[in-house]
């Protein structure tokens, strides 16, 4: 079997044309930045280095495939918003730079073999904001609904949601976040370990600030999200 991706046709990036990313640094002469940021414009400018879109960013491969690049469009500073701010403005997400924020919170963050990408770097540039980090060597759980994938030989569907239950608990009572988007888009399955990996923290959100009784509610609201999830995946491998 291959798992594979296909490589996806250019026409169905979200940013077609040529991207200038114009990234800043704060450190770095100028000759090594720019050389830099040639890099990464060639490696999204490839379209063999495509590996997925959502609603929000573009991802890409880069080097020898082991960290990737989420590009995102910047919105303007008008609608960046502050994660505990997220109740007014929810529907715009988090503002890229949050949403590194909330990576990099959760690098060394492990519960029953189930993890989050670890943070690479964080880039913005007039135009585009981008999340360079580690690439998982996973599917994603929506396109083994979607039948794009088949279901890892190693996948067990009690173990996986037993995990992916256990982590998503440690991340509200330990972390004291809360993912804000638990989706099976954004839930992978370790090709090697069959494990859940969760990713896209677009829309998380700090705990720790909320009232206790919102607190309460949107954890348990996500907590049962997960079994969710659970009857979407049995009933895909029952049909
Ligand atoms: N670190 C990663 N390693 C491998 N693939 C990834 C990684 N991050 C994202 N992807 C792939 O790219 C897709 C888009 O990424 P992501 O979900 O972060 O974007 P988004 O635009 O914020 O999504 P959404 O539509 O859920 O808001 C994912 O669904 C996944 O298939
Ligand atoms: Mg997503």
């Not at 638990?182 to 009232?211: C, Q, W």
């Amino acid at each position: 079997m291959n798992f594979e991706r296909p490589i996806v046709e250019h026409e169905r990036r979200h940013f077609p044309g040529r991207h200038a990313l114009e990234f800043g640094f704060e450190s770095g002469t100028d000759e090594r930045r720019s050389t830099y940021v040639e890099y990464l414009e060639r490696a999204v400018n490839n379209p063999k280095n495509y590996i997925d879109r959502g609603g929000a960013g573009e991802v890409h491969a880069l080097g020898s495939g082991q960290i990737c690049i989420k590009l995102m469009k910047e919105r303007g500073d008008e609608n960046i918003v502050d994660a505990y701010e997220q109740e007014i403005h929810y529907d715009l997400g988090n503002a890229p730079r949050t949403e590194a924020w909330f990576i990099e919170e959760l690098s060394d963050f492990e519960v029953e073999g189930v993890r989050s990408p670890a943070l690479v770097e964080y880039l913005e540039g007039p135009e585009y904001a981008a999340i360079v980090m580690e690439r998982l060597e996973a599917i994603n759980l929506q396109h083994v609904l979607n039948g794009k994938f088949p279901f890892p030989p190693n996948f067990d569907l009690d173990d996986f949601f037993e995990r992916l239950e256990a982590y998503i608990y440690e991340l509200h009572d330990a972390k004291h976040l809360l993912h804000g988007d638990l989706e099976p888009r954004n839930v992978m399955i370790d090709k090697r370990t069959g494990h859940p990996r969760i990713i896209d923290f677009g829309r998380s959100m700090n705990l720790a600030v909320m009232p206790e009784e919102k607190r309460q509610r949107l954890s348990r609201a996500e907590e049962l999200k997960v079994e969710e999830i659970r009857v979407k995946v049995m009933n895909r491998i029952k049909n």
